[in-house]
C-alpha cells in the first residue's frame, strides 16, 4: 500500500487531497498545526490516516513528521507539499520583516525541509515523487503580496532542483498551480479582491475537488512519468492577461 504525506491536511486543499488520496487506498500521514483539524480530515480511516501536528517551518518539528512516518508505514511513496500562508495585502514599502519571515519560513523554507526529508527516505526505498503547491502566483504574482508571490516564483525554481536531482534517485517532482479553489481561503474572493489594476472586483472559484482529484492523478503515476507543471483554474479568473 502506497505512503503519503500531506502537509497544511487541516483545511482547503490539503483536506481534500488527504481524504482523496484515503479514499483511493493510500496510506496518509496528515501534516498541520492543528491536531483537532488533522483528527476531523482523518474521520472515517481509523486505520490509514496518521495525525502528526507538525510545524513545516520548524526543522525539529519536520524531522520528527518523517521519522513518525517511517515508524508507522515503513516508507514515504508521495509528498503533497502543500502547507502555505499568507498575510493581510499589503504594499512593498510598508511590509514588515516579521511578515515577510513568517510566509517565508511556511511557505519555502517548510516545503524545503519537508522535501529534503521525503528526499531522505525515498532514496533507501527505490523512489518516489513530490508534488509541490505553486499557486498562480508562482508565475502571475497579485499586487500587495510580495512575500508571497515571492515564495510561490521560488516554489518554481524547488521544483525544477528537485526534478534535476531526483533523476538519479527516481524520484518525481512536479508542481500543481492552483487559482481560486474554492476554500476557506478564497471565500472572501466572490466579495471582491484588489487586481492588477489595483481595483476591487469579485473573482470567480471552482470546487476543491478537481485539485484534489489532479493530485491523486500524479500520485498514481508510475515513477517513469511525470506532470512537471499543472495549472488548474477558475476559468473565467482574470489570470492569462492579468496585468
Known amino acids: 500500500m502506497a ?3 500531506v502537509t497544511g491536511a487541516g483545511s ?19 501534516a498541520g498545526r492543528r491536531e483537532d483539524a488533522l483528527t476531523e480530515t482523518a474521520e472515517g480511516f481509523p486505520d490509514s490516516a496518521l495525525v502528526v501536528p507538525t510545524d513545516v517551518s520548524s526543522e525539529d518539528s519536520v524531522v520528527a513528521l518523517f521519522d513518525t512516518v517511517v515508524s508507522r508505514f ?9 502547507a502555505g500562508m499568507n498575510v493581510r495585502a499589503t504594499p512593498v514599502e510598508e511590509f514588515s520583516l516579521s511578515a515577510w519571515e513568517k510566509v517565508v519560513g511556511v511557505n519555502l523554507t517548510g516545503a524545503f525541509l519537508c522535501a529534503r526529508e521525503a528526499f531522505k527516505v525515498m ?21 500587495h503580496a510580495v512575500a508571497y508571490n515571492a515564495t510561490k516564483h521560488a516554489m518554481t525554481g524547488l521544483t525544477k532542483s528537485l526534478s534535476l536531482e531526483g533523476r538519479a534517485h527516481n524520484i518525481a517532482c512536479g ?25 476591487v472586483r469579485p473573482e470567480p472559484t471552482f470546487d476543491v475537488q478537481h485539485v484534489a482529484d489532479a493530485v491523486l492523478y500524479q500520485a498514481q503515476l508510475p515513477l ?20
Do not use: C
Not at 12 to 30: I, N, P, S, Y
Not at 175 to 199: C, H, K, P, S
Open 74 to 82: 515503513g516508507r514515504v511513496d508521495v509528498l503533497f507539499n502543500n
Open 175 to 199: 508542481q500543481i498551480d492552483i487559482g481560486n479553489a474554492a476554500t476557506e481561503m478564497t471565500a472572501r474572493m466572490g466579495g471582491g479582491v484588489l487586481q492588477a489594476d489595483f481595483e
Open 224 to 243: 517513469n512519468a511525470n506532470v512537471q507543471f499543472m495549472t488548474v483554474m477558475a476559468t473565467a479568473m482574470p489570470y492569462i492577461g492579468r496585468g
Open 3 to 5: 505512503v503519503a504525506v
Open 123 to 143: 532514496k533507501t526505498h527505490g523512489g518516489g515523487r513530490i508534488i509541490n503547491n505553486g499557486s498562480i502566483s508562482a508565475s502571475v504574482p497579485r499586487p
Open 12 to 30: 482547503g486543499v490539503g483536506r481534500a487531497a488527504a481524504r482523496t488520496l484515503l479514499a483511493a487506498g493510500f496510506q496518509v500521514a496528515l
